[in-house]
């Protein structure tokens, strides 16, 4: 974060308390009965999850334990079938809610798809038993590389439905970061599109897969390509198949497959601080039960409303908040395939006028983004319908908070500024709309059974109000359970950072955080190596490999600099093999390096040339002042580890 924002986070004193008529229909009421609730859950976790498990979800064989925790890795429901997909579609079949909306979709050119709970029922039974034509079992991985189209949720729903996990990659992901995620999760089937549509443009996914599979992929037998943009794409024979052509060949019927709660649901691949993603392991039973509740409780919602979470269904968000959690809960959800963009800037306006959209969940960027277009644009739409605001995926600057809380909520929404994270599952750390009080940049409280602490690097609690490294002391149903293929990565990455307390293992988020004197938790951002650009994760060293894997780069560091919309934006140091002199034109051509191997998200804001790379005697990359000197800032602190001092003066001189 930038040190303006982390100042005006520091001076917060502002406290919002739910609006009476709010907690009067809320699920959760008062502060009172938070309290009762954390309470509850703490005194006897297993109870807890136990009893609304068995309330809200349907199990086809209930567990015979609720938690079996063997530190790190925790399994839950142990014995207890349960179809995750059965619990989305098929229990609301036998009610009123088979007609209706489940998905409200809104295409990028203004094209538009009601799906009722019957409909996708049908369409998700369509794909699975197309899917098990194409040869996938029990197990198998499937991979889904699709645009924000209804078949994104369908093809989820239809893999959780035969038991098949799935691994959703991001459609923004180049062909080279798709391959990768292929091989790690050996992915029998592709589900993918023709293109989407995006910022006006059309983008091609059957060409990335196609070169995706040309670079290696073996384990691929199948591509299932649905048709969204009509653009051109070849189909090799006995590999690609045309969903609408499938679809007709296959019959409607498919039972949900009874999976044990700890059968693998999906692999997530995420960021991490070393240079491959890493594979985030989420099971069935656990993730189901707290998908459900968070969804419910937070979002505060009921048969009524339209909700919308504006995240895509490749990152975790668009897999907990727009797919699973809303469908248990048989929620209206709407899935919007567009961004903002300079041709509509007020498209998230239209669509909340348009549907009437009561709970509306976003990233602070966009906020950030739509305050510097001023109020004009949302002022001129309609946004009575809003009862709920929420944020996620970075620190929210008090400022943006504040816009968003006058301009869009119009002073009676609720804000939930929800803590969480791809390993978490869920939602962490958040306020309860109706029960607690809010303050402009914090995350509040923990959720019922989260028990969050922040500690020094040695594990002990800091005091009110200190900084320190923010850890989940209990185990929660949803939390990664490993990482795919490297249980040695999962423990080294989550739990011995931080080393036991008691013999108690802690999980390590990778975030900076402090606790003011009313237990609100304010969090500061990642202490990794890792950055945040538009709230989206991504690892340096993933970067700095995508430049050095080009000829004519010997050496990169990549860090973060504050950025007033994107909250960080990527700077390159860049040193060169020597055989051409740095140029505007070459760090064009890194930049378009960057994108072909990760994809557009990691493009690099900025690159600069140096001569050498700021190190210690040991050869550690000092990121410090390499921060320092991307933010334009002086570099201050502890040089005296540097091996050699020029180097600074040099980079300083070059900026
Ligand atoms: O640094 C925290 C930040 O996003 C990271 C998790 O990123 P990812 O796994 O991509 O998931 C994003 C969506 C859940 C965290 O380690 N983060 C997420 N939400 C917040 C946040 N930082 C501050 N406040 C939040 N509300």
């Known amino acids: ?79 207890g079938q349960i179809n995750i997909a059965y619990n989305c579609l098929d229990r609301h079949l036998t009610t009123w809610r088979r007609n209706k909306a489940a998905i409200i979709w809104e295409g990028e050119p203004g094209d538009s798809r009601v799906l009722t709970y019957g409909e996708l029922h049908r369409e998700v039974c369509l794909m699975a038993n197309a899917l098990k034509e194409l040869g996938v079992k029990k197990g198998d991985r499937v991979a889904i590389y699709l645009p924000m189209i209804p078949e994104a949720a369908i093809a989820m729903l239809a893999c959780a439905r035969i038991g098949a996990p799935h691994s959703v990659v991001f459609g923004g992901f180049s062909a080279e970061a798709l391959r990768d995620r292929l091989v790690d999760a050996q992915a029998k089937v592709v589900i993918t599109a023709d293109g989407g549509f995006r910022k006006d443009k059309t983008i091609a996914l059957k060409a990335q897969v196609d070169l995706a599979l040309e670079h290696g992929a073996p384990s691929v037998e199948k591509v299932l390509v649905v048709e969204r943009t009509q653009e051109e794409m070849t189909l090799k024979p006995g590999r690609d198949v045309l969903w609408r052509e499938l679809k007709t060949q296959v019959g409607a019927d498919c039972p949900a497959e009874p999976m044990e709660s700890e059968d693998l649901l999906f692999i997530l691949y995420t960021s991490g601080s070393t240079g491959k993603p890493k594979g985030v392991v989420h099971t069935t039973g656990g993730y189901n039960l707290y998908t459900h509740i968070t969804t419910k409780w937070i979002f505060d919602l009921k048969d009524t409303d339209v909700y919308w979470c504006t995240a895509d269904v490749g990152w975790i968000t668009g897999h907990s908040y727009i797919v699973y959690g809303p469908l248990s809960n048989g929620a209206t959800a709407v899935m919007y395939e567009g961004v903002p963009r300079p041709s509509n800037p007020g498209c998230f306006w239209d669509v909340i006028e348009k549907y009437g959209v009561n709970i509306f969940y976003t990233a602070p960027t966009a906020i950030r983004a739509f305050m510097r277009q001023g109020e004009a644009l ?55 709309p109706g029960a607690l009080g809010t303050k402009p940049g914090s995350c509040c409280r923990p959720f019922p059974g989260i028990v969050p602490e922040v500690v020094d690097l040695d594990g002990a609690p800091v005091t009110d109000d200190q900084g320190g490294y923010l850890v989940i002391k209990k185990p929660w149903p949803s939390m990664i359970r490993n990482v795919y293929g490297d249980p040695e990565r999962f423990r080294r990455t989550y739990w011995e950072q931080i080393p036991p307390q008691d013999d108690q293992y802690v999980y390590f988020a990778g975030d900076g955080a402090r606790q003011d004197e009313e237990g609100y938790f304010w969090v500061m951002g990642r202490v990794d190596d890792v950055i945040s650009v538009a709230g989206h994760r991504l690892g340096t060293m993933e970067i700095e490999s995508a430049l050095v894997s080009h000829p004519l780069v010997v050496e990169a560091a990549v860090v973060g600099r504050p950025d007033e919309i994107t909250g960080e934006a990527i700077f390159a140091f860049v040193v060169l093999d020597g055989s051409q002199s740095p140029s505007a034109e070459l760090a064009q051509t890194l930049k378009e390096h960057v994108v072909q191997e990760i994809g557009a998200i990691a493009r690099p804001g900025e690159i600069r040339f140096t001569d050498a790379l700021p190190k210690t005697r040991s050869g550690k990359i000092m990121r410090r002042l390499l921060r320092s000197l991307a933010a334009g800032q002086e570099v201050s602190g502890d040089t005296s580890t540097l091996e050699d001092r020029t180097v600074l003066d040099k980079l300083r001189g070059g900026a």
């Open 378 to 432: 949302p002022q001129s739409r309609d946004l009575s319908s809003l009862r709920l605001l929420g944020t996620v995926g970075e620190p929210i600057n008090p400022e943006a908070w504040m816009w968003y809380h006058r301009v869009i909520g119009q002073e009676k929404c609720p804000i939930v500024d929800t803590w969480w994270q791809t390993e978490t599952g869920g939602i962490m750390i958040t306020p309860l």
């Open 1 to 79: 974060m930038s040190d303006p924002t982390i100042e005006s986070i520091l001076q917060e004193k502002r406290r919002f308390s739910p609006p009476q008529s709010f907690s009067d229909q809320a699920y959760i009421r008062s502060e009172r009965e938070y309290e009762q609730l954390y309470s509850k859950a703490a005194a006897n976790p297993e109870r807890f999850w136990g009893e609304l498990a068995e309330q809200e979800l349907h199990w086809f064989k209930k567990w015979d334990k609720v938690l079996d925790w063997r530190p790190p890795f925790a399994q839950w429901f142990v014995g």
